[in-house]
C-alpha cells in the first residue's frame, strides 16, 4: 500500500492530503465508477483507492501486482509515516511522503526538508525486521546524496537501534507518537536516559540543532543501553569529551608518578653500586639490574599464586627490594617472613644465616644455580617460571649478550 500514486490525468496524487495535492476530491477516485485511472509509481502497475475502517486513505495495487516494496507495506507501517510526517510538520519542516532518491537508490518514507532548503532529513518508519547491516548501507545511500536519515521504530529491540541515528517510537491515542528510547544526558562520567517527548519536539530540537547524534566513548548506566548513536544536547558532547580528557590527564600523571618511583629505585641501587665498588658501572650492569627488578616484578604473581596453594594463606609481597634480604622482595605471611624473591647472589654472603629459615623465589634453573652457589647447602629455593618472566630476561640478556660481544 503507498500513500503516492500516479493518475494519468492529474500525475501524482496524495491519499493523505484532503485535496489529492492536485485540487480533486478523494471521492473523485474513491469507489469510482469506472476506476479512477491511477497507477503505482514504484513498479507502474494499477492501483486502487481505499479507505481502511480506521478511516485511513491509502492506495492499494490490484491483484496480480509484481514484487514491489509498496505492495509489502503494512497499514501499520503507514500511520507510523503518516504520523512521523505529522510530527515533522509540527516542528517545522516541509514533509512529504515517499520520496525516491535522485538517482533511484533510495526511497524515503518521509522527506523532512527544511523551509529554505538548508538540509533534507529522510525519518524512517522501520516496522520490518532488517539486519544492522543492511540499515547502515540504506544510511550511507542517502547520506551520499546529502540527506541524513533517523530511523523510527515501535518494536521493543531490534539489533540496528542505536548503532544508526535511531529512536524507539510507541504510539498513544491520547499523546499521539512519543520517542520514548532515544535521548541521552551525560551525568557522573556516564550516559544515562533523557526524557521521553512528543516526535515533534524530538524532531523540532534536531531540527534547530539543540539535540545532535552523537558517537559515544564514555560508558552508559542502565537503563540506557549500550548504544553507539545516542541523541543528546551538544553540551553533553562537550561534558563527555571534559570528563574523559580529564581522566586521560589522571592516567598519565599516574603513570608518570609509577615510571618516576621506579626510576629513583634504580638510581638508588645504581648509587649504592657507586658507594660499594667505588666507580661507575657500566651500560650493562645498569641492564642487569633492570632485568633484576623485570624478574622480581614479573614474579610477584607466580609467587603469590604458589604459597596460596602451598600454605593456604595471602601472602604479602613487598614492592621494593631490601638490603637485609640481599636486595630480593621480602615476602611475608602475617607479620613473620616466609621468603624472598630474586636475591642477588653476590649480596647473599651477607645475609646467609637470616636466609637459611626462608623460601628463595627465582625464575629460572641458572639463577637457581647462581643463588645455590652462595647459600647454605640446605638453602630451600624453589624455580618458578612465568612465561612473561622468561621472555623479558631472555630479552635482557640477550641485549646484555649483545653488548658484551660488540664490546670484546
Ligand atoms: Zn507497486
Not at 550511507?140 to 546524496?145: E, F, H, K, T
Not at 615510571?259 to 638510581?267: A, G, N, S
Request: charged share 25%.
Amino acid at each position: 500500500m503507498a500513500f503516492r500514486a500516479l493518475h494519468a490525468q492529474w500525475g501524482t496524487v496524495f491519499a493523505h492530503l484532503a485535496d489529492l495535492g492536485c485540487g480533486h476530491d478523494w471521492a473523485t477516485i474513491w469507489r469510482a465508477r469506472p476506476p479512477a485511472p491511477l497507477s503505482c509509481v514504484e513498479c507502474g502497475h494499477t492501483m486502487y483507492a481505499k479507505t481502511s475502517h480506521h478511516g485511513l486513505h491509502f492506495f492499494a495495487h490490484a491483484p496480480g501486482a509484481p514484487h514491489c516494496a509498496l505492495a509489502e507495506e503494512t497499514v501499520h507501517h503507514h500511520l507510523l509515516k503518516l504520523e512521523l510526517a505529522t510530527a515533522a510538520r509540527a516542528a517545522g519542516a516541509h514533509a512529504e511522503l515517499e520520496v525516491r532518491g535522485p538517482a533511484g537508490t533510495w526511497r524515503a518514507d518521509v522527506l523532512a526538508t527544511h523551509p529554505t532548503g538548508d538540509w533534507q532529513i529522510a525519518l524512517e518508519a522501520q516496522i520490518s525486521p532488517i539486519t544492522r547491516q543492511d540499515i547502515i548501507t540504506r544510511t550511507q545511500l542517502m547520506n551520499s546524496d546529502s540527506v541524513s536519515a533517523i530511523w523510527f521504530t515501535d518494536r521493543k529491540r531490534p539489533p540496528w537501534l542505536g548503532h544508526v541515528p535511531s529512536a524507539r517510537v510507541s504510539l498513544h491515542d491520547e499523546h499521539g507518537l512519543l520517542v520514548t528510547d532515544a535521548l541521552a544526558k551525560f551525568t557522573k562520567g556516564s550516559w544515562q536516559s533523557g526524557p521521553q517527548t512528543p516526535a515533534a519536539t524530538f524532531l523540532k530540537w534536531i531540527f534547530t540543532g539543540q539535540v545532535v547524534p552523537h558517537h559515544r566513548r564514555a560508558p552508559v548506566t542502565a537503563p540506557l543501553r549500550e548504544w553507539h548513536t545516542v541523541w543528546t544536547a551538544p553540551r553533553y558532547v562537550q561534558d563527555e569529551a571534559a570528563h574523559l580528557a580529564e581522566a586521560q590527564r589522571q592516567l598519565h600523571e599516574r603513570r608518570e608518578a609509577e615510571q618516576q618511583r621506579r626510576d629513583e629505585r634504580l638510581r638508588a641501587a645504581q648509587e649504592h653500586d657507586r658507594r660499594r665498588f667505588g666507580t661507575d658501572r657500566s651500560d650493562d650492569h645498569q641492564a642487569a639490574i633492570d632485568a633484576l627488578m623485570r624478574r622480581q616484578a614479573a614474579l610477584e604473581k607466580p609467587v603469590y599464586d604458589f604459597i596460596r596453594r602451598a600454605t593456604g594463606s595471602a601472602p604479602y609481597i613487598d614492592e621494593d627490594p631490601a638490603p637485609e634480604f640481599a636486595t630480593g622482595l621480602p615476602v611475608y605471611i602475617g607479620q613473620r617472613p616466609y621468603g624472598v624473591v630474586c636475591p642477588v647472589a653476590s649480596r647473599i654472603p651477607a645475609a646467609r644465616t637470616d636466609l637459611a629459615s626462608l623460601v628463595i623465589f627465582v625464575a629460572s634453573r641458572r639463577e637457581r644455580d647462581r643463588i645455590a652457589a652462595q647459600t647454605r647447602p640446605d638453602q630451600r629455593i624453589v624455580v618458578l617460571s612465568a612465561t612473561r618472566v622468561r621472555l623479558q630476561t631472555d630479552l635482557a640478556q640477550s641485549r646484555n649478550d649483545a653488548r658484551v660481544t660488540a664490546a670484546s
